[in-house]
Each structure stands twice: as structure tokens, then as C-alpha cells.
């Protein structure tokens, strides 16, 4: 549209500046050596202008010719461009494919026509990784690393080599070294997050957290939650040498996260051990109201010490109270009036948890209950020791598939921050095969979930029964007596197998020992 406007404006005023000359006739002589030449003005204006299109056509030809050999590198510059970008399309391709054959050649092809572009040399050090060839991934990974362009990405093809070797070392020095060249890099930061967990650096690992959390790289609550169980890692640590300290960083982690249960029992047993009974027992009610837990039962139970039997019962009952008598409570109660030797109060107390599937702590605590008030030899103590044995695990700190007793920062398999979660293992294991009686046609007497002084006429049941047998799964090997009072363990024989995991580092299990577990 806006072209045939421009060409129609072109050809009227060329048609009004013709106009207007042949309205104005005149004459033009040029004189020249010797020579005069006349002819009207029209006919002057026409010969210029096609001497100046003879002009222009003969200087293009010229400049052809001069510029031939230029245009024809251009050309084949241009080819082998795009032929290698075609080689370059085709080689990733292959890469993402998984064909080391392909990718290889495409790989030679675009080095050959590109030259050692960036891109040209990810697809080496990807071909070379697909192949299997380590020196030559390396060697294309150190080449992207000289460059200031592609550095950062060269030092990260060279850290994953590092780690595929097991050298540690190498690969926290590029990871150090492409945080500090590009500070939101990701996996950079995670690498480094996951250095300093190794080292028990947790003052390291909470710089790197923050850092993360202000350059956005992970969500707000995430980076709470990080900086809780790392403030309570620093704590811990400190607990024994410098319980001022330790007490300020176990606050600020319960601050953080209120539910994180091993931040709140340093807290309580900080804030108790200098006298500040209410603040601790309100850590501990707030961290019991999001997550009723064992740990804190205890530490709740012992905050002063001196206190009665009778007083630590009124103790366990006001966690009751907070958590609408959550079993754990109920297991804190009952422990608690046998320690009072209220067995009525600690049966009633149990009660619920017996009436269906009671797991091996409730079946151990009945089992005491029935030692403490009518013996070891009593057949209801045994009749319960031998449901333990059976009955369903309870709640571990469980990580990557080991179970531990103990809370830990840090997984021991991965290194993973925050990894431990209190849950309780699958119950993989079934009843464990016994030697069939062919004298015993009667089916054994049920337990009542009550307290009957004793069974009528119980038969006798082994002091200790077998073991479960083991097998390949790490939390399998878990059994609930792991977790429970070791006089209940000792009175039934059994003898935990959930081993804790060291409390420092995160050294890595091999296979064999976690088969152990």
C-alpha cells in the first residue's frame, strides 16, 4: 500500500518536472576542445541521465569483480555454518537419545565446522560422557572452564566428573569456585550446603542458607525450616560446653519451626537447667500441641528436679489434656502412675490402645504393669512380652531408609539436610515361625484388654521369645523395642537392633552395614 502511494508520488512529480521543462525551452552548449556542441535543454537533461545509468551499471560490474573471491568465502563460510549447526541440532539430538556412535560423530563434524564454539564443546563433553570416555568429557569441560564465557558451565560438567570419581575434593573446589563467580547458581549453592553438613559446619551451612533464601533460590518456608534444624544442630553442639549459647540458638530455632521437636527438648532442658521453669514448659506445651512426641514427654515430665512421682503423673496428664489424650500421651501417663505404682490408673490409661492392634511399646508397658504388680513369672507379663514380639513397630526417626533412635541434622546416606522424619517403619515383618505342639489341639486363651489379677489356667509361654527374622530391608531390622525403656527389653529378652547412626557428619552406609541395621 504505502509503496504504490510512494511510486505514484514519484511519477506525478516526474511527470510535473517534464511539464514544466517543455513550458521553459532553452538551449545547451558545450564547448570542447575546439569543439561546440548545442542541443536543447530537454534532450541535455535525458543524455545525463542515461549517462549516469551507464555510469552506475559499469562501476557495479567493477565492484563484482573485485568483490568475487570475498563473496565467495562469505559463501562458504555461510555453508559450513550451517552445516554445523545442522551437525550441532543432530548431535544433541543424538545425545538425548542415548547413541554414543552418533553423537560422537555429529560431535567431530560440528567441531570441525564450527570450531570451538561453546556449544561445540558441551556436545563433546556430552558424547564423551555417553560413551563412557571420562578424559575426554574432562578435557571439554576444562576447555569451557578457560573460557570467561563459559566458566561457570565448565566448572560444573568438571564437578559432576568429580563426583562420579569420588573425589570430594576436586569437586568442593569448583563448586566454591562457581559460587563466587555466580552466586545464584544452584547446584552450586547445594553443593555447598552440602559440604559444610558434611564438615558438621553448620555456621557455614547457615550462611549458604541465607544466601540462598535472599537471592530467592528457595521458598520462605523452606529457608525457616533450614535455618531451624541448623540452629538446632548448633545447639546441640553446644549444649554441654555453652548452654547460654546453645539456649539463645535453640530458641531461635523453635521461634522458626515450634513443631521441630529436637529444638524444643534442648530448649526445655536449657531453660530448666537455669531455673526458668515456666518459659520451659511453655516450649515444651507449644512443641507437644503440633507434634506430641516421646522426647518431649520426657524432658516435660523431668524439668524439675525433686519432683514427687504423684507430681510428674499431674505433669503427664496436663499433656494429655493439651493433646486430647494422643497416645503418646497415653503412654506418658502410663508411665508415669507406674512409676506412682497406680497400676488401675496406668491400665485405664492404656486401655484404648489395647482394644485393637496395640503396638510393641503398649504391649511392653502392659507387660511391666502386670511384672510390677503380680511378678516376672506372672503368665499376663509373659503373655504380653510375647504380643511384643508380634505386635506392630513403633514411630523412629526414619531417613533414607535407616532408622535410628536418635534425631539427626542430616542424612547419613545422602547428606540430605532435614532428612529425619518420626514415623513409624512399614511392618514388613510377619509373625515369626514356632515349632508346632502336635499334643496342643485347644487354640490359646484371648487377652482381655483389662487388668484381671491373672488369666485362668494360662498356658506357659516361652520367657523369651524368637526374634523376628531379618531381612533385606534396612527398616525392617527397626523393632519397636529399639525405642522402648530398656528394662521392658531386658525383662523380655530382646535386644534392640535399630542401632543409632553417628551423631556427627553424615558418613555414608554401605550397603552391607545397612542390610545389618
Known amino acids: 500500500m504505502w509503496r504504490a502511494l510512494a511510486y505514484l508520488v514519484l511519477l506525478a512529480v516526474a511527470a510535473f518536472g517534464a511539464v514544466w521543462i517543455a513550458d521553459r525551452p532553452g538551449t545547451v552548449t558545450v564547448v570542447w576542445n575546439g569543439y561546440q556542441i548545442g542541443t536543447s535543454l530537454a534532450l541535455a537533461i535525458v543524455g545525463v541521465i542515461a549517462a549516469a545509468v551507464v555510469l552506475g551499471i559499469v562501476w557495479a560490474i567493477i565492484r563484482g569483480f573485485i568483490g568475487l573471491p570475498e563473496a565467495l568465502v562469505r559463501g562458504s563460510s555461510e555453508r559450513r555454518r550451517t552445516k554445523g549447526l545442522s551437525a550441532l541440532s543432530r548431535g544433541m539430538i543424538a545425545v538425548g537419545s542415548g547413541d554414543p556412535l552418533a553423537a560422537k560423530r555429529y560431535a567431530g563434524d560440528a567441531e570441525r565446522l564450527l570450531g570451538t564454539e561453546p556449544l561445540t564443546l558441551l556436545l563433546k563433553a556430552q558424547a564423551a560422557q555417553i560413551s563412557g570416555d571420562r578424559e575426554g568429557a574432562e578435557r571439554a569441560f576444562q576447555a569451557m572452564a578457560d573460557d570467561s564465557e563459559t566458566r561457570v558451565l565448565g566448572l560444573r560438567g568438571l564437578f559432576v566428573e568429580a563426583r562420579r570419581r569420588d573425589d570430594e575434593i576436586a569437586a568442593r573446589a569448583y563448586a566454591a569456585e562457581a559460587s563466587r563467580l555466580a552466586p545464584s547458581v544452584t547446584w552450586a549453592n547445594d553443593a555447598m550446603l552440602e559440604a559444610h553438613c558434611a564438615d558438621t559446619d553448620w555456621t557455614g551451612a547457615l550462611e549458604t542458607v541465607e544466601r540462598r533464601a535472599s537471592l530467592g533460590l528457595i521458598d520462605k518456608q523452606a529457608a525457616k525450616r533450614q535455618r531451624a534444624v541448623l540452629l538446632t544442630a548448633i ?33 526445655g532442658r536449657l531453660l530448666a537447667r537455669r531455673g526458668d521453669l515456666k518459659k520451659a514448659a ?8 503440633i507434634n506430641p512426641h516421646p522426647d ?8 524439675r528436679t525433686g519432683d514427687s512421682v504423684r507430681d510428674r503423673l499431674a505433669r503427664a496428664e496436663t499433656l494429655a489434656k493439651i493433646s486430647s489424650w494422643d497416645p503418646e500421651a497415653r503412654l506418658a501417663v502410663a508411665q508415669a502412675a507406674l512409676d506412682a505404682r497406680e497400676f488401675g490408673r496406668a491400665r485405664e490409661a492404656l486401655q484404648p490402645l489395647t482394644l485393637e492392634g496395640p503396638t510393641a511399646r503398649t504391649c511392653l508397658m502392659m507387660a511391666s504393669i502386670e511384672e510390677a504388680e503380680h511378678g516376672a513369672q506372672s503368665g499376663r507379663a509373659r503373655e504380653w512380652l510375647s504380643r511384643a514380639a508380634r505386635a506392630p513397630r513403633d514411630p523412629l526417626w526414619i531417613a533414607d531408609g535407616i532408622a535410628s533412635q536418635t534425631w539427626e541434622p542430616v542424612s547419613p546416606v545422602t547428606g540430605q539436610l532435614d532428612a529425619f522424619t518420626w514415623q513409624a517403619p512399614p511392618n514388613a515383618l510377619g509373625a515369626p515361625a514356632e515349632p508346632m505342639d502336635p499334643e496342643e489341639d485347644e487354640p490359646q486363651p484371648q487377652l482381655k484388654p483389662h487388668s484381671e489379677p491373672a488369666l485362668a489356667a494360662p498356658k506357659p509361654v516361652p520367657a523369651e521369645p524368637k526374634p523376628p527374622a531379618q531381612t533385606a530391608d534396612p527398616i525392617s531390622a527397626g523393632m519397636a523395642a529399639a525405642a522402648l525403656p530398656a528394662q521392658a527389653s531386658a525383662g523380655m529378652g530382646i535386644k534392640p537392633v535399630v542401632r543409632d547412626i553417628p551423631a556427627r557428619g553424615s558418613e555414608l552406609v554401605s550397603q552391607s552395614e545397612r542390610s545389618n541395621i
Do not use: H, M, T
Request: with cysteine; glycine share 8%; net charge neutral.
Open 235 to 267: 545447639a546441640r553442639d553446644r549444649e554441654a560446653g555453652e548452654p547460654e549459647s546453645a539456649a539463645e540458638r535453640a530458641l531461635q530455632a523453635v521461634k522458626l519451626s515450634p513443631g521441630l521437636v529436637p529444638a524444643a527438648c534442648i530448649a
Open 282 to 289: 511453655r516450649v515444651i506445651e507449644g512443641a507437644w500441641r
Open 296 to 303: 518431649l514427654a520426657q524432658v516435660y515430665l523431668g524439668l
